[in-house]
Structure formats: C-alpha cells, structure tokens
T-cell receptor, first 114, second 110 residues
Framework: DAKTTQPTSMDCAEGRAANLPCNHS???????VYWYRQIHSQGPQYIIH???NNETNEMASLIITEDRKSSTLILPHATLRDTAVYYC???????????????FGKGTHLIIQP | NAGVTQTPKFQVLKTGQSMTLQCAQD?????MSWYRQDPGMGLRLIHY???????DQGEVPNGYNVSRSTTEDFPLRLLSAAPSQTSVYFC?????????FGPGTRLTVT
C-alpha cells in the first residue's frame, strides 16, 4: 500500500469548512484513498473513500487531484464534535484474501475551536 | 444492527495470566481483524480472518492466538500476559474496503 503524508495538526473555527490535505505521490492506478477518523478513546470511524472522482456523502467531501498524488478531505461545517485524529489511507479495495489490515500512520489532529 | 461489539471494555491482568477478548459482529462480514493501539501511535494489525475457519497473522502476532469458528465471532486470546501487551485493542470487520471498528478494550498488564 502507498505511503501517505499528512500534517500533524490543524485548527479550524467552528462553523467553518475544515480542509485536511493528504499527499500520496506513490499511489498506484487501482489504489483507493480512504479517510477514517478517531475521536478520543473510540474506535476509528470510516468517513469516505474514492478512486479518482470527487466524492461526497453525509459526512464529508473528498477531492482527489487529477494526477491522484494528493487529496483533500472537506468537512463543510465543522462542529466541536469533529475534533479528532483524521487518517488518510491508501489501499486496494479488494474483497479477496491477503493481508487485510489498514496501515494507520499518525494522522492529522484536527482541533475545532469554538 | 449493533455493529461490532467488544467485551470487556476494561481489564487489568497480572503478568503471566491468560484471558480472551471477545469480539462479535452482526453484519455478516467475512473479514475480521484485531488491532492494538499504543499511546500516541497508530493501529497495528495483530491477526485477521477472511472467513470462518481461516485466520492469519498480521504485523504483531506474537503472544496472541485467534480462532474463527463462526462468521460472527472472532476472539483474541492472550496466552501469558506481559506488560508490553498493555494497550487498547480494537476489533474490526470489513466489507469491500470499508472497515467497521468496535469500541475497544483497554487492557493493563501489571
């Protein structure tokens, strides 16, 4: 799985859009970009994933650059409950066998300020 | 759906004791995994299973055993607890590339 690089921490004002960047310059053609977050002491939570098109769901939007070497997770109206560590992960979305784990780096600690 | 459930939430063991961390999911997912998370660190894969009767080792399997007799359950056994196994343990199940995590078990070995 390709390696990712994320800022260690970011601040965002409550009610504003939070934009979290991720670099994945070694991504291969059939690897997806996944975003998870971990609120303090809880299990990680899936947010969104994409291959090359921009994606949106009820939680967030994912913007992937045309060359797929970087992406941005957007939380459109951040609330205090969005304070968490956000992980950008690149991997194959396979349903077959093989190593099944996600490789979690240190992620970005997003702090939403009131 | 309850999703992924784990018991117990907290556990304190003495060095050398054994115990089983329980994990269950009601989403009929074939794939299940166990991770550990040490303070300030990311998650590391211990063992995983691609279906009932099939298990395999992850990144840090030493000191742990798993079995998968049913689709729903994936228990993690600590054979002889050591202080280095003090950690938070997360169980997960997967469909496609999306993993669903349990709430975790916080284990302290003294």
């Amino acid at each position: 799985d390709a390696k990712t690089t994320q800022p260690t921490s970011m601040d965002c004002a409550e009610g504003r859009a939070a934009n979290l960047p991720c670099n994945h310059s070694t991504i291969s053609g059939n690897e997806y970009v996944y975003w998870y977050r971990q609120i303090h002491s809880q299990g990680p939570q899936y947010i969104i994933h994409g291959l090359k098109n921009n994606e949106t769901n009820e939680m967030a939007s994912l913007i992937i650059t045309e060359d797929r070497k970087s992406s941005t997770l957007i939380l459109p109206h951040a609330t205090l409950r969005d304070t968490a560590v956000y992980y950008c992960i690149v991997r194959f979305a396979r349903s077959g066998g093989g190593a099944d784990g996600l490789t979690f780096g240190k992620g970005t600690h997003l702090i939403i300020q009131p | 759906n309850a999703g992924v459930t784990q018991t117990p939430k907290f556990q304190v063991l003495k060095t050398g004791q054994s115990m089983t961390l329980q994990c269950a999911q009601d989403m009929n997912h074939e794939y299940m995994s166990w991770y550990r998370q040490d303070p300030g660190m990311g998650l590391r894969l211990i063992h995983y299973s691609v279906g009932a009767g099939i298990t395999d080792q992850g990144e840090v399997p030493n000191g742990y055993n798993v079995s998968r007799s049913t689709t729903e359950d994936f228990p993690l056994r600590l054979l002889s607890a050591a202080p280095s196994q003090t950690s938070v343990y997360f169980c997960a199940s997967r469909t496609g590339g999306k993993q669903y995590f349990g709430p975790g078990t916080r284990l302290t070995v003294t």
